[in-house]
T-cell receptor, first 116, second 113 residues
C-alpha cells in the first residue's frame, strides 16, 4: 500500500543549528505534500502545503523564513527548521494524498525534534 | 476558530464495551471525513473514512455514523480491546480528501481489561 516515509525519526541538536527533515512518497507521486506540527498531547496543526515545482503555501502565523520547504521532485519534500530554538521542539509530521478525489492521505511516522 | 470539534478528550472503556467519539464540523465545503488512530511516537494512521453522501460506513469493529443536516459524525468501536488504546482524531477535508486535513482535538482512548 501507499507509504510515506520520514527521515530522521528523531533528532537532537543544539540551539542555533538548522535541521532538515525529509518526507518521501515511496510508491506514488505526490505533487502536493503537507507539513504538520504536533505538540505533546495536542492535535496536529497544519504548517504549510508543499507544492512540487513552486513555492510552498504557509498557514497564518507560520514563519516561512524559519521553516523552509522545498519540494524538488514528485516524491520528496523537505522541511528545514533554520536556527532552531527550544520552542521549535515538537513532533513534525508530513502527509501526502495518494491519488484523486476519495483517496486517503497517508502520513509519515513523524520526526521528533528536540532542541537543547 | 476550531473547525472540527471533537469530544470527549479522554475516554475509558472496559474490554468488550463500545467506544463512542463524537465530532462536529462548521465548514460545509468539507466533503471527506476520515478518522485517524495514533499511537505514541507514531504518525496518524487512517482508520476509516466517509463521504457525506452516505449515513453510515462499517469496517470490521469500526463504524462511522454521519448526519449531514446536523453536521455531525461519530466513530463507534465495537467490542473494544486493550490494543485499541490510542488517540483517535476525527478530521475533515475538501476536494474528496485531496486537500489539507483539518483535525479535531483528539480523544485518548483507554480500554481496560
Amino acid at each position: 500500500g501507499a507509504v510515506v516515509s520520514q527521515h530522521p525519526s528523531w533528532v537532537i541538536c543544539k540551539s542555533g543549528t538548522s535541521v532538515k527533515i525529509e518526507c518521501r512518497s515511496l510508491d506514488f507521486q505526490a505533487t502536493t505534500m503537507f507539513w504538520y506540527r504536533q505538540f505533546p498531547k495536542q492535535s496536529l496543526m497544519l504548517m504549510a502545503t508543499s507544492n512540487e515545482g513552486s513555492k510552498a503555501t504557509y498557514e497564518q502565523g507560520v514563519e516561512k523564513d524559519k521553516f523552509l520547504i522545498n519540494h524538488a521532485s514528485l516524491t520528496l519534500s523537505t522541511l528545514t527548521v533554520t536556527s532552531a530554538h527550544p520552542e521549535d521542539s515538537s513532533f513534525y509530521i508530513c502527509s501526502a494524498p495518494t491519488g484523486g478525489a476519495g483517496q486517503p492521505q497517508h502520513f509519515g511516522d513523524g520526526t521528533r525534534l528536540s532542541i537543547l | 476558530q476550531q473547525q472540527v470539534k471533537q469530544s470527549p478528550q479522554s475516554l475509558i472503556v472496559q474490554k468488550g464495551g463500545i467506544s463512542i467519539i463524537n465530532c462536529a464540523y462548521e465548514n460545509t465545503a468539507f466533503d471527506y471525513f476520515p478518522w485517524y488512530q495514533q499511537f505514541p511516537g507514531k504518525g496518524p494512521a487512517l482508520l476509516i473514512a466517509i463521504r457525506p453522501d452516505v449515513s453510515e460506513k462499517k469496517e470490521g469493529r469500526f463504524t462511522i455514523s454521519f448526519n449531514k443536516s446536523a453536521k455531525q459524525f461519530s466513530l463507534h468501536i465495537m467490542d473494544s480491546q486493550p490494543g485499541d488504546s490510542a488517540t483517535y482524531f476525527c478530521a475533515a477535508s475538501s476536494a474528496g480528501g485531496y486537500q489539507k486535513v483539518t483535525f479535531g482535538i483528539g480523544t485518548k482512548l483507554q480500554v481496560i481489561p
